[in-house]
């Protein structure tokens, strides 16, 4: 049987051997390729490039030939490697569990690749000390020999098997069990093997890092935040800075404390209040809070530094783009006179995560209108180093926005227009686009642009 020889091939003659007839119609087998059995889904695969409907007589699959002596056959490659990975790695677990707890364990590889144990309850440390071992003899490289329907690997024992399997342990790559459940049969297990455990891994990290740039916490912090958010309490938190910017700050923070000293006695009744911003986000980055617009941010516990000393950040961003005709002199009267930031700037800015150099702001809300958002997202699109995915839930159509600086080389547009969700009234340009989609797959939606900027960007 090529299937157990060879699985790697997956384009050959086969030449019938004994063809016979049922219900008047000539037909033969095709032993080469896998055709599944209770407990295994079958090989995909075309015969003389049609796919054709196995005739079942007494447990066996044949084939009309039509005359033929013999047809090529074409296996589906991907689900072939798919299915040996699952079958490999199933082996090993059962071979796992049958050193360990002298069990011969059931198994199924359809939609789910599991294995159910005769047994009642099973301890965490046996079930985390399974998937070490499983892991142990895919790095040990082991060779995997077939005999008929079972497979030996050297040093460990034998097993029984049904369909393609792989020639060595280490070709699985990696293997991931689920979280057993209790069923009727036993404690059924879930194996993740080969490409499906690595498709598994990868899509848990993006939406580990989504709810990071979400909530603002790092990968520590995480849990504890989403515990706190379930149990309805809010979540005092601090994101680790790295050695530079701990140092900067606290640099920043000698020099203030020395002032405020120096200071203190002559201008007490006149200091503004001093919130202290001790944050995962450096106080530079960070714009100063408008004293005429604290108040609204008090209620919403949103609490920035408002130090004497420190100019406002994103006014002098905005000032140098904005005007050069004035000097030094004149600075204090131009930003007195000066138009007013967008409302929620200040609290859209609270949603800042710096990754290498790039200040990114991604956030689902529902607190600002699009048109507002659309000031926002115009007035930092003329400061340096910013992308901005904003959404906003809605029950029928959820509004999408996305901007970026225009020192940042990304083509918005040219991203809009290959987005793979359906969209409506897609629209904009290389700095901002914006669109509405189905609220199901606003995350969704936004997760792509997000991924596909930083892509751009070389993140």
């Known amino acids: 049987m090529k299937y157990i020889i060879d699985p790697y091939n997956m384009e050959y003659e086969y030449n019938f051997k004994n063809s016979t007839f049922l219900n008047g119609v000539e037909v033969a087998t095709i032993e080469d390729v896998f055709n599944g059995t209770k407990n295994v889904r079958p090989d995909s695969f075309t015969i003389d490039g049609k796919i054709l409907k196995p005739l079942w007589y007494d447990s066996k699959a044949y084939y009309e030939t039509k005359s033929k002596s013999s047809v090529r056959v074409s296996i589906d490659a ?109 404690i059924e297990i879930e194996i993740l093997g080969g490409r499906k455990a690595y498709l598994d891994y990868k899509n848990k990290s993006k939406l580990i890092e989504n709810m990071m740039m979400t909530f603002r916490v790092d990968e520590e912090n995480l849990f504890a935040k989403l515990k706190s958010i379930a149990i309805g309490k809010g979540y005092d938190f601090e994101r680790e800075l790295d050695e ?163 020192n940042l080389n990304v083509d918005l547009k040219e991203i809009l227009d290959h987005v793979s969700y359906p969209l409506k009234r897609p629209s904009g340009n290389m700095f901002q686009v914006e669109a509405m989609c189905r609220p199901s797959e606003l995350s969704n939606v936004m997760e792509e642009f997000l991924m596909e900027i930083k892509s751009r960007l070389g993140v």
């Open 244 to 406: 530079k910017e701990s140092e900067k700050s606290q640099k920043n923070k000698d020099e203030r404390d020395s002032k405020k000293s120096e200071t203190s006695s002559k201008d007490d009744s006149d200091k503004k209040p001093n919130f202290d911003t001790q944050n995962f986000l450096d106080s530079d980055d960070f714009p100063e809070k408008p004293q005429e617009d604290l108040k609204e941010y008090e209620e919403d516990e949103v609490k920035y530094t408002s130090e004497d000393k420190t100019q406002n950040a994103v006014e002098e961003e905005t000032k140098d783009a904005v005007t050069t005709s004035n000097s030094k002199t004149e600075d204090e009267d131009h930003l007195k006179n000066e138009s007013p930031l967008p409302k929620g700037l200040n609290e859209v800015l609270s949603f800042v995560k710096v990754v290498d150099d790039i200040k990114y702001i991604y956030k689902i809300q529902n607190k600002y209108s699009q048109d507002e958002l659309k000031e926002i997202t115009k007035y930092l699109t003329n400061l340096p180093s910013y992308v901005v995915v904003l959404g906003t839930l809605q029950r029928d159509y959820s509004d999408i926005l996305v901007s970026r600086s225009k």
């Open 78 to 186: 991907d689900k072939r490697m798919d299915l040996a990975e699952e079958v490999t790695a199933n082996a090993i677990l059962r071979l796992v569990i049958k050193n360990t707890f002298a069990l011969n364990a059931k198994y199924q590889i359809f939609d789910r690749n599991i294995v159910v144990l005769d047994k009642k309850d099973i301890t965490y440390q046996d079930f985390d000390q399974m998937e070490i071992l499983c892991n142990q003899i895919v790095r040990s490289n082991l060779p995997i020999e077939v005999d008929g329907s079972v497979a030996n690997i050297k040093g460990l024992g034998s097993i029984s098997i049904e369909g393609p399997i792989l020639k060595r342990t280490s070709e699985v790559s990696i293997i991931k069990l689920m979280m057993p459940k209790k069923s009727k049969s036993g």
